[in-house]
């Protein structure tokens, strides 16, 4: 655990709009303290790129990091952490792009995967092919992102009626990708135009001016 103390007015006003170019061009005295390089990454992660290289390699401080910050404190962390289960684990809990940066193995891990989609459903992208055909992992991920997550699924899925559903309680736009049979699905369409007006485009035309469907249109003006 990095000891911590309250930070001085200094350090919030640096913090408080920190980015990755501003932590760079910061003195190495800032990049070597663990408790000020912990409060950057927790801002943005990607500051991490240009940490001290004693902290990246130190275990205790990227386990805590990972878990409260972005992808981008697993990517510019010792090689090695890559392949550490316990950090990976962590890491895509905080926040499931962090998959990409992981060892390939662990694409293959179920329990990974499944923890990374159902923070960011886009992080299917990075899981290996058995799994974008896996149920269970395809629904945590669209009830998550549908809209970045049905690219990366397998198209099967676009005839399945719950995973449909969800997708469009996530965002009605993803509509637009489902089986043309659920375009007149009343439940399916009104479940998409209340989530987002403009999926009425892609309804089937014999039921956008379905009266119930102008009802939600016209509350949501």
């Not at 303290?33 to 990454?41: C, H, M, N, S, Y």
């Amino acid at each position: 655990m990095v000891k911590k103390k309250r930070p001085s007015d200094e350090i919030l006003s640096i913090i408080i709009d920190i980015t990755p170019e501003k932590f760079k061009n910061l003195s190495d005295e800032f990049k070597k303290d663990r408790e000020f390089v912990l409060l950057a990454v927790k801002a943005n992660g990607y500051c991490f790129e240009y940490a001290d290289e004693t902290i990246k390699k130190d275990r205790e401080f990227i386990l805590e990091a990972v878990s409260s910050s972005n992808a981008g404190v697993l990517r510019y962390a010792d090689e090695s952490f890559r392949k550490d289960r316990e950090i990976v684990l962590s890491a895509v809990k905080s926040d499931g792009h962090a998959l990409q940066y992981a060892d390939q193995s662990f694409a293959k891990d179920r329990e990974i995967v499944l923890s990374a989609v159902e923070r960011n459903g886009y992080a299917i992208k990075y899981a290996d092919v058995s799994f974008k055909k896996d149920r269970v992992i395809v629904l945590a991920a669209v009830q998550s992102d549908a809209l970045n997550a049905l690219g990366y699924i397998d198209e099967s899925f676009k005839k399945d009626r719950e995973i449909m559903l969800a997708a469009v309680k996530s965002n009605g736009a993803t509509l637009k990708y489902a089986d043309v049979s659920f375009k007149k699905d009343m439940e399916i369409v009104k479940t998409a135009v209340k989530s987002n007006s403009y999926s009425l485009n892609f309804v089937d035309k014999t039921l956008q001016n379905h009266p119930d469907l102008q009802k939600i249109i016209n509350n949501k003006k």
